[in-house]
C-alpha cells in the first residue's frame, strides 16, 4: 500500500474522494508518524489524536452517505501554536500561556473544522513568533529534518519541520517578518504569505497586528493554493478583512504547472541579491531566473532604494505593536500567575514577578525596546521615522510593480544555520528576514518555493512577491517553477532529503 505520509495533500484528497482510502487510515498513518519521528524532531507542543481520529471518522460516515463534502475534507493538517483553538492548550510557546485551554475558535480554526479536516495538533514556534530559528521556544528546540543539528527556521519552524518531515501534509503558519517564507525555504517546503487582510487574524494571538498574517505551510504550490482558498475570504470579526472574494488561486496554481509564463514580467530586485548571500543560494536564484525565462517570462531588473532601511524599520515597528499587544500578559486575568516572594503583594509586584517568570530573554528584549521607541520624547524620532520608511518601501514597490507583473529574490540569505550558532547574537539572527521583512511593511503577498540545494546540500528557497490582492500571479510563478524544476530534478525536492531515524 502507498505510504499515506508521503501524498501531497491534493493526492491524498483524491484518494479519500474516491474512497480509496479512509480518512481514519489517513489520519492514523500521520499520528503513526508522529510518534515515530517527535523524539527526534519536537515538531508539535500538542498531539491532538483522539479529536483528529472523531473528525476521520465523521467525514468518512459523511462521505459514504453521499454528503457533499469540501475538497480537502479529511485530511489531515497542523495548526501553529500561535491560532487559538478551543478545547486544545494554546501557548503561543510561551510559559506565560503554559496549559491555557481557549474558550473559542479562531475563524481560521473555524473554517478548518466546518471543512472536515482533522486537526492533528499544535506546532512549536518562537515564542510570541518572536524569532528566526524556533530556538526561543519556551518549551525546547524544534530540530530541521534535513539535518538534526540546524535550525529549521521561525518562528514558525514547527509548522515546517512537521511537513517536510511528513507528519502533516498541511500546516498552518504566521508571517509577521518571514516566519512563514523562511521556515518553508530552510526546510525545502512552500510558505505563502497571503495580502494582508486575505485571511483573518481573528483568533491569532498577536505580535505586530498592522505586520501579522496567517497562511498555509504545504509540500506544493497547488496545496498551498486549496489551503489558501480555505482559510482566505472577508470576515466581519477582523477589521482589517479584505471585503472582497479572493482571485482564483487554485485555478492560477494548475495553469502554473503547464510552465507557460509568456507575457509575464519578473523583477529581480537588484538590492535583494548581492553581498551577504551565500554563494549557492546566489547560484541556484540566478539557474531559476534561466528557467523562468525559458518558459516565457521576461526578466528585468529593477531597484527599490528604500529596502536598505526595511530591517531598521521594522525592529522599530514591531517591538512597539509587541510591547502594546502583549501588556495584557499581566497575571490577572489568565495565563501565569506569580506573587512576588519578597515584599508587599500589589497589582504592579504581581505584574512584575509574573512577566519576569513568563517571559523569555527575547521576549523581554523586544518589549523593552519597543516601550523605549514609544516613550515620551523618542515617539517621533523612532517609531514615527520608521511608519515613514515603511511609506518609502511602499512606494518602492509601487513602482517596481508599475514594471513588472512579480518581483523574485532568494527567500533567505543563506541555508539553515546550526543549533546555537547565532543564539547569543540577536543582530545575526535578524538579518535573516532581509529578503522577507519588506514584504510585510507594504502588506503585500509572498510566495516561496523550493529552487534547489546549495553547495552544503541543504535546501534554499525562491520568492515571489505580488502587488496587494494579486495573490493569484504568486501561484501561477510559483507552480510554474516547481513543475520545471521537478522535471529538471525528477522529482520534488524534498525526495532528496535524508531519511529521518524513526522511534521503535
Known amino acids: 500500500m502507498t505510504d499515506l505520509t508521503r501524498l501531497t495533500a491534493a493526492d491524498l484528497a483524491g484518494r479519500l474522494t474516491s474512497r480509496d482510502v479512509s480518512s481514519v487510515e489517513a489520519t492514523q498513518a500521520h499520528l503513526d508518524r508522529i510518534a515515530a519521528v517527535e523524539p527526534a524532531l519536537h515538531s508539535f507542543l500538542y498531539v491532538n ?85 524556533t530556538e526561543h521556544s519556551a518549551f525546547g528546540n524544534t530540530h530541521n529534518p534535513w539535518d538534526l543539528d540546524r535550525i529549521p527556521g521561525g518562528s514558525g519552524g514547527g509548522s515546517a519541520a512537521a511537513v517536510a518531515a511528513y507528519e502533516a501534509p498541511l500546516a498552518i503558519g504566521t508571517d509577521t517578518g518571514g516566519s512563514i517564507r523562511q521556515p518553508a525555504a530552510v526546510t525545502g517546503t512552500v510558505g505563502v504569505k497571503p495580502t494582508y487582510g486575505g485571511v483573518s487574524r481573528y483568533g491569532l494571538i498577536a505580535l505586530a497586528s498592522s505586520l501579522d498574517q496567517a497562511g498555509p505551510v504545504t509540500r506544493t504550490v497547488l496545496d498551498s493554493a486549496l489551503l489558501h482558498e480555505l482559510i482566505g475570504g472577508h470576515d466581519p470579526r477582523d477589521s482589517t478583512s479584505i471585503d472582497e472574494p479572493l482571485p482564483g488561486l487554485v485555478a492560477a496554481a494548475r495553469q502554473g504547472r503547464s510552465g507557460d509564463l509568456t507575457g509575464m514580467r519578473v523583477g529581480v530586485i537588484s538590492e535583494l541579491t548581492g553581498e551577504g548571500y551565500q554563494p549557492g543560494v546566489r ?126 529574490s532568494p527567500t533567505t540569505p543563506t541555508t539553515a544555520f546550526k543549533l546555537g550558532e547565532k543564539l547569543d547574537d540577536p543582530l545575526a539572527m535578524y538579518l535573516n528576514d532581509v529578503a522577507t521583512i519588506p514584504a510585510n511593511l507594504a502588506g503585500i503577498p509572498g510566495l516561496s518555493v523550493p529552487n534547489g540545494l546549495s553547495d552544503d546540500g541543504l535546501p534554499v528557497g525562491f520568492q515571489v512577491l505580488a502587488p496587494a490582492k494579486a495573490d493569484d500571479r504568486l501561484y501561477r510563478v510559483g507552480a510554474a517553477l516547481e513543475a520545471l524544476l521537478e522535471a529538471q530534478w525528477g522529482g520534488p525536492i524534498l525526495a532528496k532529503a535524508p531519511e529521518l531515524e524513526v522511534a521503535r
Not at 472536515?116 to 518572536?130: S, Y
Request: a neutral charge; hydrophobic letters at 40%; charged letters at 20%.
Open 49 to 133: 489524536g483522539d479529536e483528529a481520529l472523531a473528525t476521520a471518522r465523521d467525514v468518512d460516515s459523511r462521505r459514504a452517505a453521499g454528503e457533499k463534502l469540501h475538497a480537502l475534507a479529511g485530511v489531515p493538517i497542523a495548526i501553529k501554536d500561535i491560532v487559538v483553538t478551543k478545547g486544545m492548550p494554546t501557548t503561543a510557546g510561551s510559559k506565560i500561556l503554559e496549559g491555557w485551554i481557549p474558550p473559542y475558535d479562531a475563524t481560521i480554526t473555524t473554517r478548518i473544522r466546518a471543512a472536515g479536516l482533522p486537526i492533528l495538533g499544535k506546532t512549536n514556534m518562537d515564542e510570541f513568533a518572536m524569532g528566526s530559528s
Open 283 to 408: 547560484a541556484r536564484f540566478t539557474e531559476s531566473l534561466e528557467v523562468l525565462r525559458g518558459a516565457g517570462a521576461e526578466i528585468v531588473e529593477v531597484s527599490c532604494p528604500h529596502f536598505t532601511y526595511a530591517l531598521g524599520a521594522y525592529y522599530l515597528i514591531l517591538p512597539s505593536e509587541a510591547s502594546s499587544n502583549l501588556a495584557k500578559f499581566d497575571g490577572m486575568r489568565f495565563g501565569l500567575r506569580v506573587e512576588p516572594s519578597e515584599g508587599k503583594v500589589t497589582a504592579e509586584s504581581v505584574m512584575g514577578a509574573t512577566r519576569g517568570a513568563g517571559f523569555g530573554d527575547e521576549v523581554k528584549r523586544r518589549i523593552i525596546l519597543g516601550t523605549y521607541a514609544l516613550s515620551a520624547g523618542y515617539y517621533d524620532a523612532y517609531y514615527g521615522s520608521a511608519q515613514k520608511v515603511r511609506t518609502l518601501i511602499q512606494r518602492d514597490f509601487a513602482a517596481a510593480f508599475a514594471q513588472t507583473d512579480v518581483l523574485v
